[in-house]
């Protein structure tokens, strides 16, 4: 079946401790982005990347790292977590010619 | 900068009431146009696209959304809705696959 894969769904951590929020997707997909979902604000776009080894800031990088080194991953790290950081996180992906977004499931995060 | 609004953050409707949910864009030129359907607790998925040609584009589940370049509109609609449409709704607009940004989102409560 074709789809996004993130882990974990849910999380629950500390102020400062490193996490990394893995999504991975089976379609062969050139573009994969992050987004943050925030109640009021919409989706939000945190990076993107048009292939591998090319990444992109999106609108709220701020707090976030990525890389692409295989095509088929496209993990989210949060060096340093603040509470401003909880949030649901969704990762998405499409061929660069469909133009058409993938959604995974969605990661809750939550930083005390 | 690029924008999309929705302007109806929630929305409570019978079953069998129509149904029109506003979004506007500020892009000038060429633009794709999106609505997106996330059910609770679910993933966002596409409803219908919009890239070019007929204005008035059908998508699943009997939604349907016109495109009006003067307005800068693309609103959606629904003959009748069901206990089922009961989700949150998000407009979202691009000039090229890379810059996907959404509105605020809609929640749409159909009561039975």
């Known amino acids: 079946e074709a789809q996004v894969t993130q882990n974990p769904r849910y999380l629950i951590t500390v102020t400062g401790k490193k996490l990394t929020v893995t999504c991975s997707q089976n379609m062969n997909h050139e573009y994969m982005s992050w987004y943050r979902q925030d109640p009021g604000l919409g989706l939000r776009q945190i990076y993107y990347s048009m292939n591998v080894e090319v990444t992109d800031k999106g609108d709220v990088p701020e707090g976030y790292k990525v890389s692409r080194k295989e095509k088929r991953n496209f993990p989210l790290i949060l060096e340093s977590p603040s509470p401003n950081q909880t949030s649901l996180y969704f990762c998405?992906?499409?061929?660069?010619?469909?133009?058409?977004?993938?959604f995974g499931a969605g990661s809750r995060l939550t930083v005390l | 900068a690029q924008s999309v609004s929705q302007h109806n953050h929630h929305v409570i409707l019978s079953e069998a009431a129509s149904l029109e949910l506003g979004c506007n864009y500020s892009y000038g030129g060429t633009v794709n146009l999106f609505w997106y359907v996330q059910y609770p607790g679910q993933h966002l998925q596409l409803l219908l696209k919009?890239?070019?040609?007929?204005?008035l584009v059908k998508g699943i589940k009997g939604f349907e959304a016109e495109f009006i370049k003067s307005k800068f509109s693309f609103n959606l609609r629904k003959p009748s809705v069901q206990w089922s449409d009961t989700a949150e709704y998000f407009c979202?607009?691009?000039?090229?696959?890379?810059?996907?940004?959404f509105g605020t989102g809609t929640r749409l409560l159909v009561s039975p």
């Open positions: 919009y890239f070019s040609g007929d204005p």
């Open positions: 979202a607009a691009n000039t090229g696959f890379q810059k996907l940004v």
């Open positions: 998405a992906s499409t061929d660069t010619g469909a133009n058409v977004l993938t």
